[in-house]
Structures are given as structure tokens and as C-alpha cells.
């Protein structure tokens, strides 16, 4: 019989044993009872039948088969209690056959009458016999159940055992074939990439027996042209002002040329490959260019060099603003791609075959790839070129080469590559001595010469439309035809200077001056662009200057460009009204009315020399505040007049604050949560709080606090689903509203990094170093919450730079100038507020000492150092599987492990000089330690646990 057959006996026989004794107590009572009122409750009938049912339970009780010594006394003791019951049951029976007399009187009178006081003694202690049996049987029977339990969860464990050995040596092999397929595939890739180089001789037919279907093709296509667009790819071309109406005429006509060769109309006919357009600082070259590029006019005068073949044209300008990109080489080549391949997709393929390849035999394989390089951008524009100049003709627009960001020379050379048979470039730049001499013997222009004509037109379309000047003309022609003449000629071919000067005199036009007047205006305005810079601006009031003098500097100092409504909330001089701000989007009035009023006051204050772009004569909300020309940056950039600047701004104004609060602001008016949009937003707004700080020498915590308040809401926001806007917009595991915790499980900062722990905006600030927040945090927290709290970020602090976005860092650098990934004065702070190096984070399930050898890049014997002062455990390093590699490749680890070395010596010193003062602290003789409450323990608790660590020590 089994454990538990055998216990179920057992059962039966403690019931019947539990009821039986209760009515033989009870008989006794009743027994000696006169009352009729007793404490049983059950009727006569209950009774019986209660005891028929326990009567047959032990009936098939006994009828098991027993399979031991103990189930055979079980069964022993089931048939005495049987036959007990068969004699409960025939006295009860005698009961039920009595006269008609109340019920209790008759069990009273039957009683004495079927059984004696004797009798009912002895079965009394009969059942209480039973009962001491069937006890001690049960604790038999339970234990040999336990044992037998015990060992068939050995067996299961072993079996568990053996299986999870097999299934971690079956996953060991798995990961195995999976490094050795993914080396293969690293390999193979490489092998690719070295087969595919660009070596001018390239066979595109090598791709034809094996294509991709239509859809992945499709899919190829599209990935592989949206990792080549940027961002900023076709900024410039917005910024650069359209021409005036009735200017550049000039440009397809057959005239004579002044210049190198024939004309550039003529050139566009001829089979001449290149074509140099040169012209002074702000003479228009940007604006011909755009005019050249978007003119239906360029194709038609192309049709005789193409010959009826297809004609392609593309075109980029370089541009010396915020972006690296845009005055770079990777720019052009990036551009000049995306713009043919995305018009003609079939060349992709043969432009990126190592790409392409890889899709090929990895279609799970990013196109994916790295990033691209130098010389893989390089040959697919060669390949471009060659293949392409094929079956049509290719025209190429280059403008600003004296933008290019590297050495002349290296512009140079390269656009003297792109040149083929059926390839044409133009190209245009400042007159430098190196473009000069590369290109003064070919086909060019210089673009002031051609320009006097647009100029006058200029000139008198805008005095024209001037009702002050109108007045003028009438009341003397010949002065109104003197003053537009002078205007024209002192321009000299700028139509920078001319525009400016334009704008000086209709304001003289407007106020009524008298001709003398006017023409003293003109005099003094000087013809160098630089100094008529300065002439406008001494013009202004001592308060006009000071404000242009702080949008100048925001403008110089924003990391990107700049937005007019950002720049709106960045000329507000009340931090407390940015504070105020609802998080909540601003009505389409409230956009048109800031922007409106700042246009104004730009107007006002830097007579142009800032400008926005209009639509309709309305500024836009989002175009972008630029400088009216690449000069007035260059003029800001002078060391003199970055000094000039500090002196006009004000000693109380810290542009940095500015443009933080800006991107708060901008921040709470959000028109929808966007990923890419909220990141810049944040964090270009930290970078701008870390710069402000340095300027001012001095914490400044509020900027970071409304950060992170903004943030934080931002990032808890949940649409109708109840999923985090940001999460499913990362692409991460959606991320769900907890009603009863009132947080969200996983929060923002973790979108760029692959912890899953909660976190906020405290996690951001120890990935991005943010010292001076996080001190003013922790120190306001109570003792226990600031190690919690410091230990919990010194883990993110160890972040490493290529885990989180690393575009990012430059940003955060803004007043360095400088890119770090090193964090130690935020970890000596750390550490020094009570972070716990030997805290363990639970997503990685490593200390914070041990992801400092993990992943922090080459740590310091300072930081070391620190670590090991603030408690951490000298062990982990001395045994880390890399200390042959830190030792071979960190310059201070050799200091570092002797160091380890030494804290340990002192640890294991302190550790027995402890356990000799506990010794001699134990008492003489040992007792059992007092039951008392652990609050009121008295000091020979104390001794007894100090003897019991002591001797577990010693064993």
C-alpha cells in the first residue's frame, strides 16, 4: 500500500476515533445527568447515522492490501475500531427502539439501562488507546512518506540535473556554431568588401546571375537611400535667397564674354567639361547657382551638348554653417548620390555591390553594415559616374567651394576627377590664389563684372516701391537718378553691400531728409562689408545694440540652427515666465504672433543682418534664423569682435541660460511626441545647461530640475492604449501604464541603451555626466536614500561613450569645445556622497567596481583608487578574467593591482585584529542566550553572538 493509500486509513480511523469519543463523553454526562438539557446538540437520529457512515469508511479502510509492518497495523487498528463501532451502533439501535417518551429521557434511561458505568469506562479507554495507536502510526507513516517524497525528488533533481547539463552543452554547441557562423559571415563580408573596392576596372555584370526579387530589391533600395540622406541635405538650398525679379537675364544669352573662353551659354552647348564661376564675397554666386539649378532654361541650353541622349542634373552646395557635413566631401559625394540614385534606383547595386552581396547571402544583414567610408563613398560616385555617363549625359552644380571646410587644395583635386566626356561640371567660388591658379586657365566668369546691370535694377525697384523716395524723384529727377547711380557704382558687383545700403537710405527716404542729408548717409557708409557691418550697428541706441549684440551672440553660439519660434522663447528675458509654461501646444495665433513680433524686433535691432524666411510676407514659424550672409558670420567669428560682442551684451546676460530655456520651451509646446524631435530637443537643451554652468562658474540646478520635470512628463504621456507615446515610437516592447503603481514600467532615458531597469532622468544625468544636478539632488536626501540613490547612478556614470548616442557628446561638450567620454569628477562625487561599489545592479547582475573593468575605457589610478577607499572589493579585479589584458594595455594597472593588493593585506589585518577583540570579548561560561524581545536584548546577547561569530569564524 503507498504512503498516501495508507495515510487515507489513517484518516478514517481519526475520525471515527474523534466521533466516538464524543459521544462516549457525552453518554457520561448524560449518564450522570438528571436535566435534560445537555451540551450535545445532535438528535438520536444524526447520531446514528453519523456513526453508520464512519462504520462503513472503516469497512473499506480494512479492505486494503497491506505492503508493510506499519499498513498491517494500521489495518489491525481499522478492524478494532470496527468492531467498537458494531457495539456503539447495537446500544444506539436499543436507543431507537424505546417508547414514544421524549427523546433525551429515553437516551438518558436506555443508558443506564444498556450500559454500566464499568462498560462505559472501558470503552473510554479503549478509544483513548486507539487514539495513542493511530498517532503514533500517522507520525511513522508521515515520516516514511517524507523520506519517500525526499527521494523521488532526489531522482527528479538528478534527473533535472543531467537534463540541464544536456541542455547547456547542447547550447554551448549552438553558440558556438552561431560565433563560428557569424565570424564566417564577418569574413565573408570582409572578402566582399575587399573584392568590390573600387579599382576603376569594376564588371557590374558580375551582379546579374544573381538578383534579388522584386520586393527585397525594393526594400534594399529603400534602406540603402535613407542611411544615405542626412538630415541637412538639402538646408542650403532653402536658405539661399531667390533672385530678384529681372536680374541674371543675362546669364543664357550669346553675349561676349569678359571672362576665360566663351560664354557660359555657349560652354553649356560646347563638349567643354568644366566651367569656373568666380565672384567677391557677397556678389550673388549662391543665388546663380540655385537660379542656374532650378531655371527650365539650363536643360534647353543643354539639349545640344546631349545630343538627344538623357540629361541628369545634380547639385550641391557647400555651406560653412553648423553641420560638419555640409562643408565636408562626404557631403558632396552623399548628395550628389542620393540625388541620382534616387531619381534611378537601378544603379544602387552597382554603386554598393559589396552591399548589395551581403543582402545577397545575409538578407537578415543590415544593409546595412557600418557606416559608410571615405573611400566606399568614393567609388560609388566613380562607379556612378562611369556606368551612368553611359546611357546619358551628367551635369554637375557645385557651389561655394571656398566653404569646403579642409585645405583648398583638396577640394580642388577632387572636382578635377569628376570631369569626364559626358560629364560636365560648373563649379563657383571666392577669387582665392589657389582656385586662381587651378582654374584661372578655363572656360569662367567673374561674376561682379556681369552683375552692374542686376544691381541698378535692384536698386531702383526697391527706391521705387519707397513712397519717400517717389516724393523725391518729383520734386528732383535728376538728384533720384544721381543718388541710384552713385549707389550702383559704389556696390562694385556686391549685392550684399547694395542691399544693406538700400535698406539705410529708404529709412533716410521714409524720415523725410533733405538731400544733403542723404547724400551724407551715402558717403559714410564705407564700401568693405566688415566695416559697413560695424557703421550700422554704431547707428543703433545705447539698448538697440545691447539687444542685437545678445542675438548676435545666441546665434553664434547655438549648436544648430535655430528655429524663429525656438528663437523667441530664447529672446525672452524672464526665465520665471518659461517656468510657468504649460506642457500643452501653442494655438496657430500664439505661433504667428511670436514669430511676427520677433521678426519685428530682429529688424529693429540688427538691420538685417539677421534674417527669417517669409512666405508671403509672413515669418515662418519653422524656417530656420540665419545670417543674412556667410560674411556677417565670418565678421562674428574675429577673436576682436567676439570681445566686441561680450562688451555690448550686458555683464548679467549668459547666452547658454537663454538657449536652454529656449529648449524647454520648446519642449512644452510640442505639437505631437516625436522621437528624434524630442531627443534633440532634450538634449541639446542639457548640452546648453552645461555650458551655462561653466560660463557662470556656478551650479545652476533649476535649468536641469525643469528638464527633468518636462522630461519625465513628456516620456510618462500614454496614448488611448495606454502605451507610453515614446516607447512605441523607439520601436521598443511596448511599455504600459501601471494604474495601481502609477509609473510606467520602463521609462525614456532607456530607449538608447539596452538596460531595462526603472529609471528617469536621473539615469540621463549620470550617462551624461551632470555633476552639479546630481550633487544638488542627492544632497537633500536623507542618508539611507543618498547611497541608494548615488549607488544606482554611479552604474549609468560607467557607461561607456559607444552605448548610448554618441552624436550626442559634442553637444554636451559645448563650452569645452571638446568631446569626453570620461567621467570621474561625477564619480569621485559619487562615491564621496555614499555610493556602494559593491552594489549589485540587477540588470546586469554585476557591482559598479566590476563594470568599471567591464567597460569603462582605461580607468585611473585616482578612480581606482576611490573605489577601493569607498569599500570596493579588491578581489574582483584581481581575479577578473581580463587582468592580463588590463595589465597589458591600461599605462596605471600595474599600480592599480598593487594597490588591489595592498587593501587586501590591510582588509585581511583589520578583519583578525576585529576577530581578537571579539575573543577576548566572550563570555566565560556559555548559556543557552535569553528569550527575550530583540528591542530590550541585553549585553549578554551581545557576548553570546560575538562567541557564535567567533566560533564560526575559527571553524
Same mark, same amino acid.
Given at each position: 500500500?503507498?504512503?498516501?493509500?495508507?495515510?487515507?486509513?489513517?484518516?478514517?480511523?481519526?475520525?471515527?476515533?474523534?466521533?466516538?469519543?464524543?459521544?462516549?463523553?457525552?453518554?457520561?454526562?448524560?449518564?450522570?445527568?438528571?436535566?435534560?438539557?445537555?451540551?450535545?446538540?445532535?438528535?438520536?437520529?444524526?447520531?446514528?447515522?453519523?456513526?453508520?457512515?464512519?462504520?462503513?469508511?472503516?469497512?473499506?479502510?480494512?479492505?486494503?492490501?497491506?505492503?508493510?509492518?506499519?499498513?498491517?497495523?494500521?489495518?489491525?487498528?481499522?478492524?478494532?475500531?470496527?468492531?467498537?463501532?458494531?457495539?456503539?451502533?447495537?446500544?444506539?439501535?436499543?436507543?431507537?427502539?424505546?417508547?414514544?417518551?421524549?427523546?433525551?429521557?429515553?437516551?438518558?434511561?436506555?443508558?443506564?439501562?444498556?450500559?454500566?458505568?464499568?462498560?462505559?469506562?472501558?470503552?473510554?479507554?479503549?478509544?483513548?488507546?486507539?487514539?495513542? !495507536?493511530?498517532?503514533?502510526?500517522?507520525?511513522?507513516?508521515?515520516?516514511? !512518506?517524507?523520506?519517500?517524497?525526499?527521494?523521488?525528488?532526489?531522482?527528479?533533481?538528478?534527473?533535472?540535473?543531467?537534463?540541464?547539463?544536456?541542455?547547456?552543452?547542447?547550447?554551448?554547441?549552438?553558440?558556438?556554431?552561431?560565433?563560428?557562423?557569424?565570424?564566417?559571415?564577418?569574413?565573408?563580408?570582409?572578402?566582399?568588401?575587399?573584392?568590390?573596392?573600387?579599382? %576603376?576596372?569594376?564588371?557590374?555584370?558580375?551582379?546579374?546571375?544573381?538578383?534579388?526579387?522584386?520586393?527585397?530589391?525594393?526594400?534594399?533600395?529603400?534602406?540603402?537611400?535613407?542611411?544615405?540622406?542626412?538630415?541637412?541635405?538639402?538646408?542650403?538650398?532653402?536658405?539661399?535667397?531667390?533672385?530678384?525679379?529681372?536680374?541674371?537675364?543675362?546669364?543664357?544669352?550669346?553675349?561676349?564674354?569678359?571672362?576665360?573662353?566663351?560664354?557660359?551659354?555657349?560652354?553649356?552647348?560646347?563638349?567643354?567639361?568644366?566651367?569656373?564661376?568666380?565672384?567677391?564675397?557677397?556678389?550673388?554666386?549662391?543665388?546663380?547657382?540655385?537660379?542656374?539649378?532650378?531655371?527650365?532654361?539650363?536643360?534647353?541650353?543643354?539639349?545640344?551638348?546631349?545630343?538627344?541622349?538623357?540629361?541628369?542634373?545634380?547639385?550641391?552646395?557647400?555651406?560653412?554653417?553648423?553641420?560638419?557635413?555640409?562643408?565636408?566631401?562626404?557631403?558632396?559625394?552623399?548628395?550628389?548620390?542620393?540625388?541620382?540614385?534616387?531619381?534611378?534606383?537601378?544603379?544602387?547595386?552597382?554603386?554598393?555591390?559589396?552591399?548589395?552581396?551581403?543582402?545577397?547571402?545575409?538578407?537578415?544583414?543590415?544593409?546595412?553594415?557600418?557606416?559608410?567610408?571615405?573611400?566606399?563613398?568614393? %567609388?560609388?560616385?566613380?562607379?556612378?559616374?562611369?556606368?551612368?555617363?553611359?546611357?546619358?549625359?551628367?551635369?554637375?552644380?557645385?557651389?561655394?567651394?571656398?566653404?569646403?571646410?579642409?585645405?583648398?587644395?583638396?577640394?580642388?583635386?577632387?572636382?578635377?576627377?569628376?570631369?569626364?566626356?559626358?560629364?560636365?561640371?560648373?563649379?563657383?567660388?571666392?577669387?582665392?590664389?589657389?582656385?586662381?591658379?587651378?582654374?584661372?586657365?578655363?572656360?569662367?566668369?567673374?561674376?561682379?563684372?556681369?552683375?552692374?546691370?542686376?544691381?541698378?535694377?535692384?536698386?531702383?525697384?526697391?527706391?521705387?516701391?519707397?513712397?519717400?523716395?517717389?516724393?523725391?524723384?518729383?520734386?528732383?529727377?535728376?538728384?533720384?537718378?544721381?543718388?541710384?547711380?552713385?549707389?550702383?557704382?559704389?556696390?562694385?558687383?556686391?549685392?550684399?553691400?547694395?542691399?544693406?545700403?538700400?535698406?539705410?537710405?529708404?529709412?533716410?527716404?521714409?524720415?523725410?531728409?533733405?538731400?544733403?542729408?542723404?547724400?551724407?548717409?551715402?558717403?559714410?557708409?564705407?564700401?568693405?562689408?566688415?566695416?559697413?557691418?560695424l557703421k550700422i550697428l554704431n547707428k543703433l541706441n545705447p539698448k538697440q545694440l545691447q539687444r542685437s549684440a545678445q542675438f548676435f551672440q545666441m546665434l553664434r553660439l547655438a549648436r544648430r540652427q535655430i528655429s524663429s519660434l525656438e528663437f523667441s522663447f530664447a529672446d525672452e528675458d524672464s526665465a520665471e515666465r518659461i517656468y510657468k509654461m504649460d506642457i500643452t501646444p501653442l494655438s496657430t495665433r500664439e505661433v504667428e504672433a511670436r514669430v511676427e513680433i520677433l521678426a519685428r524686433r530682429l529688424n529693429e535691432c540688427c538691420k538685417g543682418l539677421i534674417e527669417i524666411p517669409k512666405v508671403r510676407g509672413k515669418a515662418k514659424p519653422d524656417g530656420k534664423v540665419s545670417y543674412l550672409h556667410r560674411t556677417v558670420s565670418d565678421f562674428w567669428s574675429k577673436n576682436e569682435n567676439k570681445k566686441r560682442l561680450v562688451d555690448m551684451q550686458g555683464n548679467d546676460f549668459n547666452p547658454y541660460v537663454r538657449l536652454c530655456l529656449a529648449r524647454i520651451a520648446m519642449l512644452k509646446v510640442m505639437m505631437k511626441i516625436d522621437r528624434d524631435y524630442f531627443w534633440d530637443t532634450l538634449i541639446y537643451g542639457v548640452g546648453y545647461a552645461k555650458a551655462a554652468e561653466a560660463r557662470s562658474k556656478e551650479p545652476l540646478p533649476k535649468l536641469f530640475v525643469e528638464l527633468a520635470r518636462v522630461a519625465d512628463d513628456l516620456s510618462a504621456r500614454c496614448d488611448r492604449n495606454g502605451e507610453a507615446y515614446l516607447a512605441t515610437l523607439m520601436n521598443s516592447p511596448a511599455i504600459r501604464w501601471d494604474p495601481d503603481d502609477r509609473k510606467i514600467s520602463y521609462t525614456w532615458p532607456w530607449m538608447f541603451t539596452d538596460f531595462r531597469p526603472k529609471a528617469n532622468f536621473l539615469a540621463l544625468a549620470a550617462i551624461y555626466g551632470l555633476k552639479s544636478y546630481l550633487d544638488f539632488l542627492t544632497t537633500s536626501l536623507t542618508p539611507r536614500m543618498r547611497t541608494q540613490v548615488c549607488s544606482i547612478a554611479l552604474h549609468y556614470a560607467l557607461l561607456p561613450g559607444d552605448r548610448v548616442a554618441e552624436k550626442y557628446y559634442s553637444v554636451l561638450n559645448v563650452a569645452e569645445g571638446k568631446t569626453s567620454y570620461h567621467k570621474d569628477d561625477l564619480i569621485m562625487m559619487l562615491l564621496k556622497n555614499g555610493a556602494d561599489p559593491n552594489y549589485v545592479n540587477p540588470a546586469t547582475n554585476r557591482t559598479a567596481w566590476e563594470t568599471l573593468w567591464d567597460q569603462y575605457d582605461y580607468p585611473r589610478y585616482t578612480t581606482a583608487n576611490a573605489f577601493l577607499d569607498a569599500g570596493a572589493d579588491p578581489d574582483a579585479l584581481l581575479h577578473h578574467k581580463y587582468r592580463h589584458w588590463i595589465l597589458d594595455h591600461n599605462r596605471e594597472g600595474r599600480q592599480i593591482f598593487d594597490l588591489c593588493k595592498q587593501v587586501k593585506r590591510r582588509n585581511r589585518g583589520s578583519l583578525r585584529a576585529n576577530f581578537v577583540n571579539l575573543w577576548s570579548a566572550r563570555p566565560k561560561s556559555r548559556s543557552p542566550a535569553p528569550n527575550i524581545d530583540r528591542h530590550n536584548r541585553k549585553e549578554g546577547d551581545r557576548s553570546e553572538f560575538l562567541y557564535q561569530l567567533q566560533q564560526s569564524y575559527r571553524t
Open positions: 500500500m503507498d504512503p498516501l493509500s495508507a495515510l487515507s486509513v489513517a484518516a478514517a480511523v481519526v475520525q471515527f476515533l474523534d466521533f466516538s469519543g464524543t459521544i462516549v463523553a457525552s453518554t457520561y454526562k448524560i449518564y450522570k445527568s438528571s436535566s435534560k438539557k445537555n451540551e450535545g446538540n445532535d438528535t438520536l437520529t444524526s447520531i446514528t447515522a453519523r456513526l453508520i457512515n464512519l462504520n462503513s469508511e472503516l469497512e473499506r479502510s480494512a479492505s486494503f492490501s497491506p505492503t508493510s509492518k506499519i499498513d498491517q497495523e494500521i489495518i489491525t487498528l481499522c478492524q478494532q475500531c470496527k468492531k467498537t463501532a458494531d457495539i456503539l451502533l447495537d446500544a444506539l439501535r436499543q436507543l431507537s427502539a424505546g417508547s414514544n417518551v421524549t427523546l433525551w429521557d429515553s437516551f438518558r434511561m436506555a443508558l443506564r439501562n444498556v450500559w454500566s458505568q464499568g462498560e462505559i469506562d472501558a470503552l473510554q479507554s479503549r478509544l483513548d488507546a486507539y487514539r495513542q !495507536q493511530i498517532s503514533m502510526h500517522i507520525l511513522v507513516g508521515l515520516r516514511g !512518506q517524507i523520506q519517500y517524497l525526499q527521494r523521488e525528488n532526489d531522482r527528479r533533481d538528478d534527473e533535472i540535473n543531467v537534463s540541464l547539463q544536456t541542455t547547456q552543452d547542447l547550447a554551448m554547441k549552438i553558440l558556438g556554431v552561431v560565433d563560428t557562423q557569424k565570424k564566417f559571415q564577418t569574413d565573408i563580408i570582409r572578402a566582399i568588401n575587399r573584392s568590390n573596392s573600387w579599382t %576603376g576596372q569594376y564588371q557590374p555584370k558580375t551582379l546579374e546571375p544573381h538578383k534579388l526579387d522584386t520586393r527585397d530589391l525594393d526594400d534594399f533600395n529603400a534602406r540603402l537611400l535613407h542611411i544615405l540622406q542626412f538630415h541637412e541635405i538639402g538646408m542650403r538650398e532653402g536658405a539661399i535667397a531667390d533672385p530678384h525679379a529681372s536680374t541674371l537675364g543675362w546669364l543664357f544669352e550669346p553675349s561676349s564674354s569678359t571672362g576665360s573662353g566663351p560664354t557660359f551659354s555657349d560652354w553649356l552647348a560646347e563638349d567643354v567639361p568644366f566651367y569656373w564661376i568666380a565672384g567677391k564675397a557677397g556678389s550673388g554666386k549662391s543665388t546663380l547657382m540655385k537660379h542656374l539649378y532650378e531655371s527650365p532654361l539650363l536643360a534647353d541650353r543643354l539639349q545640344r551638348w546631349a545630343a538627344g541622349d538623357e540629361l541628369r542634373i545634380l547639385c550641391f552646395y557647400f555651406w560653412n554653417a553648423d553641420a560638419d557635413i555640409q562643408m565636408s566631401l562626404e557631403g558632396l559625394v552623399r548628395t550628389l548620390l542620393f540625388q541620382a540614385l534616387e531619381k534611378d534606383n537601378s544603379y544602387i547595386p552597382i554603386c554598393f555591390p559589396n552591399r548589395y552581396e551581403t543582402r545577397l547571402m545575409f538578407p537578415d544583414e543590415a544593409v546595412y553594415q557600418p557606416a559608410f567610408t571615405w573611400n566606399e563613398l568614393e %567609388g560609388a560616385l566613380k562607379a556612378y559616374l562611369q556606368e551612368a555617363s553611359k546611357h546619358r549625359k551628367l551635369f554637375l552644380l557645385i557651389d561655394g567651394l571656398d566653404e569646403f571646410g579642409g585645405q583648398p587644395l583638396g577640394i580642388i583635386k577632387f572636382v578635377n576627377t569628376l570631369p569626364a566626356r559626358r560629364v560636365k561640371v560648373c563649379v563657383s567660388s571666392r577669387p582665392w590664389v589657389a582656385f586662381e591658379d587651378a582654374f584661372g586657365s578655363k572656360p569662367s566668369l567673374r561674376l561682379d563684372d556681369y552683375t552692374k546691370p542686376d544691381i541698378r535694377s535692384f536698386v531702383e525697384v526697391n527706391f521705387r516701391a519707397n513712397p519717400g523716395f517717389v516724393a523725391r524723384e518729383r520734386l528732383d529727377p535728376d538728384y533720384a537718378a544721381q543718388i541710384i547711380q552713385n549707389v550702383s557704382e559704389k556696390a562694385e558687383g556686391v549685392f550684399l553691400w547694395v542691399s544693406l545700403v538700400v535698406r539705410s537710405l529708404m529709412e533716410g527716404f521714409s524720415g523725410g531728409e533733405r538731400l544733403s542729408d542723404l547724400q551724407e548717409r551715402l558717403d559714410e557708409l564705407p564700401s568693405d562689408l566688415e566695416q559697413l557691418f
